[in-house]
């Protein structure tokens, strides 16, 4: 388990002149779970990629102890999405010419790790998010909750610090998504692994201990939900 807080500062970010972060300050500490919330277009997924280093934002830094993620080369920054972060994006994103343990093997590849043990510690993250049996197909075979699930594997299979997954139970019914969000849980609670998670579902968000609500790009409002909160916040 990582000790380091990742710390964003000053934050603002507009595609064309589109603001989509109009100034965010935010502490995530380790081992939170931390979940973002606000409606469609106030930001979410601008700011969690922001927070990822998928995206360098106009104004304002990311820091993760001595790392300046917002600094850093896109080379850098990929390494660490490699090691330290583990990235689920909103929308796929699977490489349509592998194949599903292929896909979950290649973040572990490109880190240097053997092909033979890559891929079964692929087949392991296939099993732990319920679609071993999917391992040797395509995405064009996938329907569309065993692709999300697959894409999870592929986030969870380097053991990342930190987890930054957006909408990532969207495409799943909700006894899949009770299934994934029981996994997250499971990795915050066992493992220690700080999640950040983009969601527009009070069910998803119930999981949370800290909420950070957006609105146009600025943080609404902030809440930190001890166990007890959480599940009073569940039940309702
Ligand atoms: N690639 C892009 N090009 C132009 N504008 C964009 C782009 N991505 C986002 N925006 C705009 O930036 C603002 C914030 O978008 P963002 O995707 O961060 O919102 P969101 O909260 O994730 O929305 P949703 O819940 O619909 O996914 C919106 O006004 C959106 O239209
Ligand atoms: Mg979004």
Redesign the pocket.
């Known amino acids: 388990m990582s000790t380091t807080p990742l710390i964003a500062t000053g934050l603002r970010h507009a ?2 002149n ?1 603001p ?1 972060l109009a100034g965010i300050d935010l502490r995530i500490e380790p081992g939170d779970f931390v979940v973002i919330t ?10 969690l990629h922001a927070l990822a280093g998928v995206i360098v934002p106009d104004a304002g830094s990311v820091r993760f102890g001595d790392v300046s993620v917002s600094g850093a080369s896109e080379e850098a920054r990929s390494a660490l999405r490699r090691t330290r972060f583990g990235v689920l994006f ?1 929308f796929g994103q699977l490489v349509e010419e592998l194949t599903a343990v292929e896909n979950v093997a290649l973040p572990l590849l490109l880190g240097g790790m053997p092909r033979r043990t890559a891929e079964a510690r692929a087949g392991e993250w296939l099993g732990r998010v319920g679609v071993a049996e999917v391992a040797g197909q395509v995405p064009g075979e996938l329907s569309g909750g065993q692709a999300q699930r697959v894409a999870l594997a592929r986030a969870l299979v380097s053991e990342a610090d930190i987890l930054f997954a ?2 990532p139970t969207g495409a799943l019914d909700s006894l899949a998504a009770e299934a994934v969000m029981d996994l997250l849980s499971e990795l915050n609670a066992d493992l220690g692994a700080t999640i950040v998670l ?1 969601t ?1 579902e009070p069910r998803v968000a119930a999981y949370g201990r800290t909420e950070v609500h ?1 609105r146009d ?1 600025r943080i609404d409002t902030l809440s930190s939900y001890g166990q007890d909160d959480v599940i009073a916040q569940a039940l309702r």
């Open positions: 595609y064309g589109r989509a606000g409606a469609s277009g106030s930001g979410k997924s601008t700011l909103q957006d909408e983009v527009h957006l790009g």
